[in-house]
T-cell receptor
Framework: DAGVTQSPTHLIKTRGQQVTLRCSPK?????VSWYQQALGQGPQFIFQ???????QRGNFPDRFSGHQFPNYSSELNVNALLLGDSALYLC?????????????FGDGTRLSIL | GDSVTQMEGPVTLSEEACLTI???????????LFWYVQYPGEGLQLLLK?????DKGSNKGFEATYRKETTSFHLEKGSVQVSDSAVYFC???????????FGGGTRLMVKP
């Protein structure tokens, strides 16, 4: 049973560029959440997608956008990259409607901005 | 808003020593509480969870008890191993069940 998979594992971009990160949820899960983890810090919630719509959003600018596809996979897009966007981006999947559904995390995409 | 505070690391212990990592939280309502572990170069793995007051979560020798009166969820293990070396994150999910709020993480280093 495949867990949460993310691609790519590493990415290097320059300021001002745009990036797309991808996530496939654990089999049977229908909800995808994205988190940003800066070096030495805890993950920060970016947003969550269910039924192809954004359900909730954290305190991130509009440069961060996302999408969920009918097969439940998801993309995170970041425009006009800043040096401060350098971080590990984690995708987590869960099953909505299940009481206290623990979120399962992928290994993340390490994004470095030069 | 919701927040989680955990003790700063690194915590350095010898093998077979006792471990306690403190975690306190601030949240409205009745959150569910979690401990996640992150090994080098990897994502987060759920270690244990508790969904209501006085619940005890346990896994792989680790345990934590949901204390509503002290708003705490301290992680404990009686005898640590070198393989337990990792970063540990305390987290909560609020009543809406949408987002995890994490503490800053505590790095544990266990020496042989």
């Amino acid at each position: 049973d495949a867990g949460v998979t993310q691609s790519p594992t590493h990415l290097i971009k320059t300021r001002g560029q745009q990036v797309t990160l991808r996530c496939s949820p654990k089999s049977g899960h229908d909800t995808v959440s994205w988190y940003q983890q800066a070096l030495g810090q805890g993950p920060q919630f970016i947003f969550q997608y269910y039924e192809e719509e954004e359900r909730q959003r954290g305190n991130f600018p509009d440069r961060f956008s996302g999408h969920q596809f009918p097969n439940y996979s998801s993309e995170l897009n970041v425009n006009a990259l800043l040096l401060g966007d350098s971080a590990l981006y984690l995708c987590a999947s869960s099953l909505l409607g299940v009481a206290v559904s623990a979120q399962h995390f992928g290994d993340g995409t390490r994004l470095s901005i030069l | 808003g919701d927040s989680v505070t955990q003790m700063e690391g690194p915590v350095t212990l010898s093998e077979e020593a006792c471990l306690t990592i403190n975690c306190t939280y601030t949240a409205t309502g009745y959150p569910s509480l979690f401990w996640y572990v992150q090994y080098p170069g990897e994502g987060l793995q759920l270690l244990l969870k508790a969904t209501k007051a006085d619940d005890k979560g346990s896994n792989k020798g680790f345990e934590a008890t949901y204390r509503k009166e002290t708003t705490s969820f301290h992680l404990e293990k009686g005898s640590v191993q070198v393989s337990d070396s990792a970063v540990y994150f305390c987290a909560l999910i609020n009543n809406a069940g949408n987002m995890l709020t994490f503490g800053g993480g505590t790095r544990l280093m266990v020496k042989p």
